[in-house]
């Protein structure tokens, strides 16, 4: 037997043993490193989704918002516990499932005098709006989604010109009790969808426990029989959406309250924010405001909006520029900037830049503090 190399069968054999022992284990140092790359791969993978894709909770410093999307984001990203996807809703940048992210919406004036409180309804409001009526006393405008479940709303006050001017911007069925002349003539030349207690009164109910005018009151599913039976065809126009964020920077140190003194100490209004919360909570005559079912009224954005102001008769009724553009102050997170306001027409939103960007705000309540424009506002 002739063997290659001189070498013996026992040599060739050991060389075979150790040549299958030698693959053997390149394999199975392959599959090894194989393994470990995956495993690698799949730590990093899990870190990336956490860092980047998975929603966040809120920490020290930053608040995360408890439902709602940027206006400028893709909404249906949010999805409720069910796993259905929900969108962000225009008016207050609230997630709500699909369906219910373009609401109709009522307009409701509402009291605010010494003997009207505590009012109802407020603290489940959208958007509300407050300025001056008469004197030195303030009345609300406040705006909700008609397919909510709020059971009382009020008490309900009379129109005022700059009340219209709000409502058409919403597009929002206006409810109220009579008005201003100017206010009246408004209406009747306009083409808003008027809920006058005096020509609806079957919506609206009295309450007993208080005396006129501060006793009359409506809820939602009024409102949704109301409009079921005077404007079944009608048709809402999309609101165009402020800018809404998911996740918002808060600041270290609180800006100090926003406090807005109207005239007389029961009018005095100051917002007080709760880092806690992620919220402002508003103060009225020394007190925290709240409905009169106990509900607190907290705001997710406060707005100061300065407008030109002028009193139109002796009994001190007033006119609001309302269109047009002047100074504001928005604050959120606890913190408060400098702002600009502006409105182009009578159907267009208010929008609030700070510089030439939109100013964003938190999801949720949003309150408009409308002053006028050389009143001085802490903050």
Same mark, same amino acid.
Do not use: C
């Given at each position: 037997?002739?063997?290659?190399?001189?070498?013996?069968?026992?040599?060739?054999?050991?060389?075979?043993?150790?040549?299958?022992?030698?693959?053997?284990?390149?394999?199975?140092?392959?599959?090894?490193?194989?393994?470990?790359?995956?495993?690698?791969?799949?730590?990093?993978?899990?870190?990336?989704?956490?860092?980047?894709?998975?929603?966040?909770?809120?920490?020290?410093?930053?608040?995360?918002?408890?439902?709602?999307?940027?206006?400028?984001?893709?909404?249906?990203?949010?999805?409720?516990?069910?796993?259905?996807?929900?969108?962000?809703?225009?008016?207050?940048?609230?997630?709500?499932?699909?369906?219910?992210?373009?609401?109709?919406?009522?307009?409701?004036?509402?009291?605010?005098?010494?003997?009207?409180?505590?009012?109802?309804?407020?603290?489940?409001?959208?958007?509300?709006?407050?300025?001056?009526?008469?004197?030195?006393?303030?009345?609300?405008?406040?705006?909700?989604?008609?397919?909510?479940?709020?059971?009382?709303?009020?008490?309900?006050?009379?129109?005022?010109?700059?009340?219209?001017?709000?409502?058409?911007?919403?597009?929002?069925?206006?409810?109220?009790?009579?008005?201003?002349?100017?206010?009246?003539?408004?209406?009747?030349?306009?083409?808003?969808?008027?809920?006058?207690?005096?020509?609806?009164?079957?919506?609206?109910?009295?309450?007993?426990?208080?005396?006129?005018?501060?006793?009359?009151?409506?809820?939602?599913?009024?409102?949704?029989?109301?409009?079921?039976?005077?404007?079944?065809?009608?048709?809402?126009?999309?609101?165009?959406?402020?800018?809404?964020? =998911? +996740?918002?920077? %808060?600041?270290? *140190?609180?800006?100090?309250?926003? /406090?807005? !003194?109207?005239?007389?100490?029961?009018?005095? #209004?100051?917002?007080?924010?709760?880092?806690?919360?992620?919220?402002?909570?508003?103060?009225?005559?020394?007190?925290?405001?709240?409905?009169?079912?106990?509900?607190?009224? =907290? +705001?997710?954005? %406060?707005?100061? *909006?300065?407008?030109?102001?002028? /009193?139109? !008769?002796?009994?001190?009724?007033?006119?609001? #520029?309302?269109?047009?553009?002047?100074?504001?102050?928005?604050?959120?997170?606890?913190?408060?900037?400098?702002?600009?306001?502006?409105?182009?027409?009578?159907?267009?939103?208010?929008?609030?830049? %700070?510089?030439?960007?939109?100013?964003?705000?938190?999801?949720?309540?949003?309150?408009?503090?409308?002053?006028?424009?050389?009143?001085?506002?802490?903050?």
């Amino acid at each position: 037997m002739n063997l290659p190399n001189h070498q013996t069968p026992h040599q060739i054999s050991r060389q075979g043993w150790w040549g299958v022992r030698r693959s053997w284990l390149t394999v199975t140092r392959l599959r090894i490193i194989l393994a470990a790359v995956a495993a690698v791969l799949a730590v990093l993978g899990a870190l990336l989704w956490h860092a980047v894709l998975a929603p966040k909770p809120a920490t020290e410093g930053e608040l995360a918002a408890p439902a709602a999307a940027t206006a400028d984001q893709v909404s249906d990203q949010a999805v409720s516990p069910t796993g259905e996807r929900l969108l962000s809703r225009d008016i207050d940048g609230v997630y709500v499932p699909r369906g219910q992210e373009h609401p109709d919406l009522v307009a409701v004036a509402i009291d605010n005098m010494v003997d009207a409180r505590p009012a109802s309804g407020l603290s489940k409001a959208s958007v509300v709006i407050e300025t001056l009526a008469e004197g030195g006393i303030t009345r609300f405008l406040a705006l909700f989604p008609t397919d909510g479940d709020v059971a009382k709303i009020g008490p309900v006050r009379s129109a005022r010109p700059y009340f219209v001017d709000w409502d058409e911007e919403y597009d929002a069925v206006f409810a109220h009790v009579g008005g201003s002349p100017e206010a009246l003539d408004r209406i009747d030349a306009s083409n808003l969808r008027d809920a006058n207690e005096y020509f609806a009164g079957a919506y609206f109910w009295r309450s007993q426990d208080r005396k006129a005018p501060h006793n009359a009151y409506i809820a939602l599913d009024k409102v949704r029989e109301l409009v079921a039976h005077r404007w079944p065809a009608r048709a809402t126009h999309a609101l165009t959406p402020w800018k809404f964020m =998911r +996740a918002l920077s %808060v600041s270290d *140190q609180a800006s100090p309250d926003i /406090v807005i !003194d109207w005239s007389t100490p029961g009018y005095k #209004v100051s917002w007080h924010y709760d880092a806690a919360l992620g919220q402002y909570v508003r103060y009225q005559n020394g007190a925290a405001m709240q409905d009169e079912d106990g509900s607190v009224v =907290r +705001a997710s954005t %406060v707005v100061v *909006q300065y407008a030109k102001m002028s /009193v139109l !008769d002796e009994i001190g009724r007033r006119r609001i #520029v309302t269109v047009g553009n002047g100074r504001a102050l928005v604050a959120v997170g606890g913190k408060t900037v400098e702002a600009t306001w502006e409105r182009k027409a009578p159907q267009d939103r208010t929008r609030f830049l %700070v510089g030439e960007d939109e100013a964003g705000f938190a999801p949720g309540p949003i309150w408009i503090e409308t002053v006028p424009s050389a009143m001085k506002v802490a903050h």
